[in-house]
């Protein structure tokens, strides 16, 4: 797999980030090498084989519907953060 | 041409659970922002999601009552996006393997199939001030179910129908408050159109969040008539395209969100961070009880209480309607009479005022006791209006308004009697021409001993009385 | 360094000044750049917290820029059990970024040496936790897990780590990089230390929907390094190690068999499908579970000129290189179009990986194999990526499959030491503290 411009952009805008300019070229060759690697997996014949792997036969505790809440730790979290209101977090206007 | 409409729509019904889908935080709203939260809701590094079995439990419940699927394995997957609402930058939602498929419900006959039904957690509120914007976490992880229908749908008419149903039933099993202004019921609607008769599905158009069956109907109809429009001007394929639309109420059209890049990609794959959900044949069972449904109901007030259809139907069409009606009859209101005074006069009067049944200022009680003044002729039906005129604007008994008023029938035979002569000493002329043919006259008698007695005389006495000193 | 075992032992009186040796010693030897920062939090036998396990009150970074500015608010569930057992966190251990490495040199705080020959890596990504432990300075660590990064760093610096079955240890609290495979686990000066610290931290919890509800005994006082194994060795991993690890291994081998362990001769897939099948299902889950980290609730943020832009900038700003290529191949796999062929494809490989592990375990209790390919190496020595993935070799596919294994030193050369890992059954962790304490003893 070949890793070219318009697919290191898209990359980047699922992943919310940005290669620097200058280590463009390094980062679709590295990425490149390890995609090509990791197409070994062609090799092996998975047919028919399950597709989730578990540890053990077992499901999903469910846990009962009963409230526990330290309301601390929203504050905490809050007062803490990079930029907040009252108590609310603050971000650019959402368009 | 003839163009058929095609519409699918997806609600969002907010569960009224306890606590949130993956953790305990309280659902509870209208408290200060971000103080129902977690380190799971907040998303905070190490966080970790549990599954809240009563949110599996209503949405079994749902599936239930609506003839679908209920499946015994079912997981969660990972909808990967970013955006301010979703602090783990991703929604845990099901998408491969649903709890609740392939159900229906009827509409008008018709059965519009619900393909499935899943859980997945709400995203917070953003609120927007001038140039910023505030993230309350409150509402993160609140349960959802997501219904999706079948687009069996072919008309803006019966698409509202079919929210009404769905709205009701899920009222009546009381999986949610479904309150449609306060958002624990959304609804979008998937629309196209084609011409009539072919079996193609062409290109829909998806119209998100409005908040009332009426806009919805409009936001449908106009975009209906868009669409038509541009395929008869032979501009189809670049006006009408897949997208997200939003509704304008106040223009009363749809308009394409700006600024949209090409659809996400949302890389679904399976939450590494929970198992798969598994419902054993005991859970199934208590589950799945549910309480008497909207068809239900509405058929055996036909069958037992001899209701019209019509009758039937209105009554059922909301649970607190249905709860009212009945809590009437089982306090010994007649049910011909609770029919009426509750479906026409209450009914009437709380549509002029825009309240719902559950503001009403007169409890079924008090109607009850009304209506049982009315079957045991304490008072006449036309007193009836009037104290309940008088009932909406103060909070007093019937018997307190009936004293209040004066409104008390008078059914005893003679004073009526006594009215009677009265009336007919005084018009003995009019005796006298009514003797000699003049029937028509027998009206105006009765009118004047009404008058006389102020109208708390028991009519059909009156007639009967009158009858007999006549003839 | 007195051993966790001997800590326990001492009267509570006698911590204080415990700990007042034990910082005399770390501030000597500050260089190794194994602690980022010596908090505090409890009075119990201190214990060196790796810098990606939630400690309430501390500043948890994950060794990160984006994570500066973020104090936890909350106890991991392994930390509540430490404290409940006469332990105390003391101290947060350097690490790759994010876990995200072999070697501990993407951290934002800088490299951690290897205790031996300060010009080599200590491993990763627990290489703070490893390193202070070989260097005698922390009697004991916690570290985590997710591709050897236990392992691989205790057996560079000559100590003694251990990952649990996956499900045996609660996540909640560790900072997640691969879900499916991360586990927190002991970095110890001893065996029987690290079954101590393995006892403390394990068990069931309703936190974590992926913990194992089953009973749980305490491995520590059924200890038996008399129980005789049947230990299979890898013939077709061995042959592409090292000289040194070869002749280690074969010493090793000796020293089994002279115990009284049966030796038995099994193959392995080739490691290489390991490596993919880790690679993509790491870098996937990883890519997810970052996606949290964007400077709106804690951490740094650097503002931009929108909300996108924000987004953007403080995620560009605050990942390092190596976080960066794993977030982008990460999406790369579960992207349309490509997700069946590498995300799924390379679960359905792990499956046979696990069948494999299966097979080998009905003739085996246990199998000994090596942890890193060459002796600890040089600073900067791997510079491609791919370089550095594939020295995870032995590692990954314990991993891969949730098995149990724990790392030991065997040998020397010079001044490096050499360890390599018994692997165990699933949840059958007695067994191998069995078969690891025989080993020890073998070859003291």
Known sequence: MVIDDKLLSKLEELSHLKVAPEKREEIKEELSNILNFVENLNQLDTDGLPDKFSMRDTYSHLRDDNIEVDKNIGKSVVENSPKYQDSSFVVPRIV | ?471 | MITLKEALKLPKEELPHLKQDLKKRIEEKKELNAYISLDESGDGVPILIKDNIQVKNWSVTSASKILQGYISPYDATVITKLRENGLAPFGRANMDEFAMGSSTETSYYGKTLNPHDYERVPGGSSGGSASAVGGGVAIASLGSDTGGSIRQPASFCGVVGMKPTYGRVSRYGLSAYGSSLDQIGPITQNVEDSAILYDIISGYDPKDSTSADIEYSPITPNLNPNQKYRIAVIDNYVKDASTEIQQAYEKTIRTLEKLGHTIIHKEMTDAKYDISAYYITAMAEASSNLARYDGIRYGSRVEGENLKDTYFRTRSEGFGDEVKRRILVGNFVLSSGYYDAYYVKAQKVRYLIQQKYSEIFQDADLILSPVSPTLPFKFGEKKEPLDMYLSDIYTISVNLAGLPAISLPVDWVGNLPVGLQLIGKPFDELNLFNGALSLEQGLK
């Open chain 2, 1 to 471: 041409m003839e163009f058929e409409v095609v519409i699918g729509l997806e609600v969002h019904v907010q569960l009224n659970t306890k606590t949130k889908l993956f953790c305990s935080c309280p659902t509870s709203f209208n408290e200060k922002e971000n103080s129902n939260t977690c380190p799971t809701c907040l998303a905070l590094p190490g966080a970790l999601p549990v599954i809240n079995r009563e949110a599996i439990h209503k949405a079994i419940q749902f599936g239930t009552a609506v003839n679908a699927s209920i499946n015994r394995y079912s997981k969660f997957d990972r909808k990967n996006y970013f955006y301010p609402d979703l602090p783990s930058g991703y929604q845990i939602s099901q998408f491969y393997k649903p709890i609740v498929e392939n159900g229906y419900i009827e509409v008008n006959g018709r059965k519009i199939g619900i393909v499935r039904a899943h859980l997945e957690a709400d995203a917070g509120k953003n609120i927007h001030e001038s140039n910023y914007s505030k993230v309350d976490l409150n509402r993160a992880g609140t349960p959802l179910l997501e219904i999706v229908s079948a687009p069996d749908l072919r008309s803006s008419d019966e698409a509202i129908e079919y929210l009404k149903k769905l709205h009701s039933i899920v009222r009546y099993i009381d999986i949610s408050d479904a309150n449609m202004q306060e958002g624990s019921f959304r609804c979008d609607a998937n629309v196209s159109i084609r011409p009539k008769g072919d079996t193609k599905l062409y290109t829909r158009v998806e119209i998100k969040n409005i908040n009332s069956f009426r806009f919805i109907q409009r936001a449908i109809d106009y975009e209906v008539e868009r669409q038509i429009e541009a395929w008869e001007d032979g501009v189809y394929e670049d006006e009408v395209i897949q997208e997200t639309r939003l509704y304008d109420s106040v223009k009363n059209e749809t308009r394409s969100m700006r600024g949209k890049e090409e659809s996400a990609d949302y890389r679904y794959f399976p939450e590494p961070d929970l198992l798969e959900v598994y419902i054993d044949d005991e859970t199934l069972e208590t589950y799945s009880k549910i309480p008497e449904l909207p068809d239900e109901k509405a058929e055996r007030f036909q069958t037992e209480l001899g209701l019209s259809e019509y009758d039937a139907k209105v009554i059922s069409s909301s649970i607190e309607l249905a709860n009212f009606f009945e809590e009437m009859i089982n306090s010994g209101a007649s049910v011909k009479n609770s029919v009426t005074w509750l479906t026409v006069e209450l009914l009437g009067r709380l549509n002029k005022n825009n309240l719902p049944i559950t503001s009403s200022p007169i409890s079924s009680s008090k109607l009850s006791d009304l209506v049982k003044a009315i079957d045991n002729k304490t008072i006449s039906g036309k007193a009836g209006k009037d104290i309940l005129d008088y009932l909406m604007e103060h909070d007093i008994s019937v018997d307190e308004a009936i004293e209040k008023l004066g409104l008390k029938q008078v059914n005893d035979d003679s004073a009526i009697l006594k009215l009677i002569d009265e009336v007919l000493s005084k018009n003995s002329d009019k005796v006298e021409e009514y003797k000699q043919g003049k029937t028509k006259l027998f009206g105006f008698f009765v009118g004047q001993v009404m008058k006389a007695s102020r109208g708390s005389a028991n009519p059909q006495k009156v007639n009967e009385l009158l009858r007999s000193k006549l003839s």
